[in-house]
């Protein structure tokens, strides 16, 4: 887009530069649709609107509230809130439903969460000290089980939060208070109060447990919670939690499957903060002295995952140049099962990835490891989508696109907690996850025409816990 748009500032300077005598009196501007950034495969087209619907059907739309998965949703996510508020605008933006009726979602949903009762009772209450429960009921909007306030999720609703208030812009009373109420969800989440051990944010916080044990540091998917920290208008974390959440970086940094970066084992780790920040040409005290940026360091990490499939050192089925893509996802279950003459552990739900520190691989394909990094690395991402849709489409690609996960390495006959065996293909998930669904629309939007980062490079908040942190150039040097 802006490529164009500087083609066509360039057209009307050549008319203005014109002598008087040859130029057109009057000049008649007709303003038309600027082209995307990048032209969009006809596959990605079709994961973009079906991803849509799984947000636009899947909440409930009379709070807001966004499933954890589907199609048996057990509770709401605040996370997947966060990435539904991102689909209702790439909807509007892409004619899928109309401004208003984005706007109305979007409107209800704020509202909701607004007047969610906050308070020190869990039973009584949907977060508490700004910050909201991990998981809320469907019914009352209230705490869930016994899930933890927790700061990554709700950090990726409030950067959800934030782009709508920078989408809905317009001079209309809905648009107006839809920034209003963002500004005060944003503004009364309490970052210091989460930093125990100064200066490091904690994971999470229960009722039960008090402060968790674990604490945001090192390079993951924590990005995004330091830059909303340091942003915070009301409550900011102090300026140094950025140096201590990077002041380990140094045993992520090496070279893994070929490409020298700083590693972490999920996809989702590189996905997740880059939803919401161009992460072009802007960096930190670290990437700087490492000569390359944060955007890079994923694109790199994309290409080792590949690199990783396609050595397949565990002789997993299916994996290959275009097969591949480890991330949080489901799994089959929880087994320890003979493969190929000696004894595999499987898991259900797992954070699996390839990493230096860590390497966790039990044959389970995420798609949305591979598709959610388009605009890294789209000479990749293309073809593989393609290759998993040709080869296990019939099984893997419905109502919402692809579903989370599949393993091509798993036919035993054992009871199964999720999914399903098919012959010739493996184990199958029947689930969709809204954090799986989320990076795969807000990603493939970004590389078709940049909307997230061009909404999101417009917000105060984001420029200063970026500015606060250390970040420059890129961007950031341009008012």
Known sequence: MRRALAVAVMALVAIACQPTAQRLDPVVVRVVALP???PLDPLFEDIEKRTFDFFWETTEATTGLAVDRWPKPPFASIAAIG??????????????????????????????????????DP?????????????????????????ELSTADTALLIAG?????????????????????????????NWPWFIEHVPDIRMGWSPERQFHTHDWRGYNEGMIIYVLALGSPTHPAAAGTWDSFTSNYYR????????????FGPM?????????????????DFIFAQGIDYFENSRRAVLAQRAYAIRNPLDWRGYGPNIWGLTASDGPGDFKLSYLGEMRQFHSYAARGVGRVETLD?????????????PFAPEIVVPAAHAMHARYGAHIYDRYGFIDAFN??????????????????????????GIDQGPIIAMIENYRSELIWRVMKRSPHVRRGLERAGFAGGWLDTP
Do not use: C, M
């Open 161 to 189: 939060v934030l782009f709508v208030a920078g989408y809905f812009d317009h001079d209309d009373p809905d648009e107006a208070r839809i920034r209003k109420l963002a500004d005060e969800l944003y503004g009364r989440v």
């Open 268 to 284: 989702f780790g590189h996905q997740y903060s880059a939803v919401w920040i161009d992460l072009r040409g802007i960096k930190d």
């Open 36 to 38: 995307p950034i990048n």
């Open 408 to 433: 091509p390495s798993f036919n035993y006959k054992v009871p199964l907690n999720r999914g399903r065996r098919v012959r010739g293909v493996g184990w199958v998930d029947s689930d969709y996850l």
């Open 362 to 374: 039990d044959g389970t394909i995420a798609p949305t490891a591979a598709i959610a990094s388009l």
């Open 83 to 120: 990435f539904a508020l991102n689909a209702y605008a790439i909807g509007a933006e892409r004619g899928y439903v109309t401004r208003d009726a984005a706007r109305a979602r979007v409107l209800t949903t704020l509202q909701f969460l607004h007047d969610a009762p906050q308070g020190p």
């Open 123 to 147: 039973a009584e209450n949907a977060g508490y000290q700004g910050f909201f429960y991990h998981f809320l009921n469907f019914t009352t909007g209230k705490r869930y089980g016994n899930s």
């Open 252 to 263: 992520h940094w090496g070279t893994l499957e070929g490409q020298t970066h700083l590693t």
